[in-house]
């Protein structure tokens, strides 16, 4: 099955509807326009349940089929939000919110999805239920985990969610996917170092916190290349490095160094986070300062289900005419949230030749728009066979 010819005839307005949204971003949990489009376009196609303020700003459908003689439920989900990006295409519907773009393409995956809701609910050619799933703050906020702490897969019951996401330098309409561990989990650290500030002329009175963090720099990266086992994916990466002085005549009191650790399992996360604590306290005691370091836990590694994955990858084939295999992503994504709560696969599709995702001159491609469709529309109709 090929791409759906309803989707060659929807996309015109399909594409209206993303430009729309791409002029008008709106940033983590702050979609109320997004949503409230999303929701008066489910109520326009005719979804049996539309409901709002599921995750503070997220969007859920439900569209039932001819027949529910399967009892399944599949939920589809796509994210709304936007990143705080000037945007720098030119495009005619660029961006009217300065500081503010669609640098991810969440603006495509909407609109796709709306689209596929549309055509689901015109033909209902499946034995079950799907719920559609428009999620807030995928971009740092963890709107994935605060729509199921809501409930989202009980109160509509939930058995198998599947995502996408657009992915550029890969092939226009294209599909990639990989069993297990796809997504790293993505990780915070900041630490402050003190020590004795003092002038710069007499060093040895002071605790030289530059001295002491610059060191702490260096060896933090010691976790990936002497602590882990190579066959292991980490990164661990220091992005930020601040004294409490700018004087060039000072040492500074304070040092405050910041970064992400990106890891591929629970063991190899679990290292990276004691080791952190013990390189930094370790330095610091050594030349007489102290470190206070803090680790947040952000998304956790979003794994694919075995099952799912193959059969994603059977309705990616149908679609395009194959499927490659996807490499390792050291990107977060928290759709792993939701693959956490219930089995379900997420795949990438080829957005052609443009910038990569979170660059200022980003745009997602609409001739993707058919090929995204009729994926999550095949995943309906052949997970879940009319009689």
């Not at 796709?112 to 807030?136: C, H, W």
């Not at 330095?283 to 680790?295: K, L, Q, R, S």
């Not at 491609?365 to 469709?373: K, L, W």
Request: include cysteine; hydrophobic fraction near 40%; proline fraction near 4%.
């Amino acid at each position: 099955m090929p791409v759906k010819n309803r989707f060659a005839e929807l996309q015109n307005e399909i594409t209206a509807w993303r430009r729309d949204i791409h002029e008008n971003p709106e940033i983590l949990f702050d979609t109320h326009r997004t949503s409230a489009l999303v929701a008066e376009k489910l109520q326009e196609f005719g979804c049996d349940e539309v409901v709002t303020g599921i995750g503070r700003t997220g969007v859920v459908g439900v569209i039932k089929g001819k027949a529910d003689s399967s009892g399944k439920v599949i939920g589809l989900r796509a994210d709304m939000d936007a990143l705080p990006i000037h945007e720098q295409t030119g495009l005619d519907y660029a961006s009217k919110t300065p500081g503010a773009m669609h640098a991810c393409g969440h603006d495509g995956h909407t609109a796709m999805l709306l689209g596929a809701a549309k055509y689901l609910s015109e033909t209902r050619n499946f034995d079950g239920t799907v719920v559609v799933i428009f999620q807030p703050a995928e971009e740092g906020g963890g709107g994935a985990k605060v729509m199921c702490d809501d409930g989202l897969m009980d109160r509509w019951g939930v058995q198998e969610v599947y995502g996408l996401h657009n992915w550029p330098g890969q092939p226009l309409g294209s599909f990639a996917i990989r069993p297990g561990s796809f997504f790293a989990a993505t990780d915070q650290f900041d630490i402050t170092f003190e020590g004795r500030g003092g002038h710069a002329a007499k060093p040895h009175e002071t605790v030289d916190t530059t001295v002491l963090a610059a060191q702490a720099v260096l060896a933090l990266q010691t976790i990936a290349s002497r602590n882990a086992d190579p066959v292991h994916q980490i990164v661990v990466s220091v992005t930020s490095f601040e004294t409490s002085s700018k004087a060039f005549n000072v040492i500074p009191q304070k040092v405050q160094i910041k970064g992400t650790v990106r890891t591929m399992s629970k063991e190899i996360r679990d290292l990276a986070e004691k080791r952190i604590k013990e390189v930094c306290n370790g330095i610091a005691a050594t030349f007489g300062g102290t470190a206070d370091v803090t680790y947040h836990r952000g998304y956790p590694v979003m794994v694919n289900h075995e099952e799912q994955t193959e059969f994603a990858a059977q309705v990616a084939a149908s679609v395009s005419g194959g499927c490659a295999d996807a490499p390792l992503v050291m990107g977060g994504e928290d759709f792993a949230f939701m693959l956490e709560e219930r089995p379900g696969a997420y795949i990438l599709m080829g957005n052609g030749d443009t910038a990569m995702v979170h660059h200022p001159e980003y745009n997602f491609n609409d001739d993707a728009i058919p090929a995204g469709c009729s994926w999550w529309a095949e995943i309906v109709e052949q997970r879940m066979p009319a009689a």
